[in-house]
């Protein structure tokens, strides 16, 4: 079919310019190729478009019908071209972005009204959903994912790293105790991020040692906000991302534990699909969120 497109726009050069060697000069191809090109669609078609002869090229009937067609498909793939070129230029059209549900909230979508006001042109949509969603299936352009990585074909960029923290409330230390050390965790409720026995193994560095301790409690979510509300109704502690707990801290609604402990950080990655071919809104969207992440 490409090959066919290709012929039909030879043979509108030819056609306009009046001959093949006229043809072949302004499309700088020789004048076999442009031959053969005419060849191959007067046998497909099982018409003659053109007569000639030694000293003259004349279209025929058949021929000036469908040198219509192709010039209309001709000047179509142009503006096609064209079209698309501004979106390669001008940020503009649809970016269909994704992010876990407490980060995008929290984190991407404050963010976004920035950068459709710098870009009038350009439109975004934001998914929310905790689940790895495929970004070929729902059409995604950017996906926003914390933690690690599953080997694929995406391109990802790592943006920055969140700094976890382990809070409780003031009531619930009241009447449960403090932990002094990572050990002390086994005997205390802990609110469970996720449904997996991957999820009950919290770990720490302890002067660049790793330490690992199970953990268990009467709640688990697969979404922090969730967390969050049993965390602050005192029912237990609690694993989350700093930025998510930083105002109860300062109120004191919330004591970070262990502190000498340190939990391993939460890495963030931009995943998109190709680098090539990447339009002006994928690119200015990929720079916004990349500087403010």
């Not at 950068?115 to 350009?122: G, I």
């Not at 999820?199 to 690992?212: L, Y």
């Amino acid at each position: 079919m490409l090959e066919r497109l290709s012929d039909m726009a030879i043979y509108a050069k030819v056609v306009e310019a009046g001959s093949f060697s006229a043809a072949a000069d302004a499309l700088d191809l020789s004048k076999g190729a442009v031959s053969k090109a005419i060849a191959r669609l007067e046998k497909h078609l099982n018409l003659r478009l053109l007569q000639r002869t030694t000293r003259r090229m004349t279209v025929t009937l058949e021929g000036r019908a469908f040198y219509d067609y192709c010039q209309q498909i001709v000047s179509q793939a142009a503006a096609a071209e064209h079209h698309l070129g501004s979106f390669r230029e001008q940020p503009s059209g649809i970016v269909r972005i994704t992010a876990p549900v407490t980060f995008g909230s929290i984190q991407v979508a404050p963010l976004l009204p920035e950068l459709l006001k710098t870009y009038p042109e350009l439109k975004a949509e934001l998914v929310l959903d905790d689940k790895r969603v495929d970004m070929v299936k729902e059409n995604i352009d950017l996906a926003l994912r914390c933690g690690v990585l599953e080997g694929s074909s995406l391109i990802a960029r790592r943006l920055n790293d969140l700094p976890l923290t382990m809070v409780a409330t003031p009531p619930y230390l009241k009447q449960h105790g403090t932990p002094e050390k990572p050990d002390d965790l086994s005997e205390h409720q802990c609110l469970l991020h996720g449904f997996h026995a991957a999820e009950r193994q919290w770990q720490f560095q302890d002067q660049g040692r790793a330490v690992t301790v199970g953990v268990s409690g009467p709640f688990c979510a697969n979404n922090n906000l969730a967390l969050k509300h049993a965390l602050l109704a005192d029912m237990g502690i609690a694993f989350l991302p700093r930025y998510q707990v930083v105002t109860e801290l300062a109120a004191g609604e919330l004591t970070e534990l262990l502190p000498g402990f340190i939990p391993p950080a939460t890495p963030v990655h931009l995943v998109y699909r190709s680098r090539l071919h990447m339009s002006a809104a994928m690119k200015v969207t990929t720079e916004f969120l990349r500087d403010r992440l």
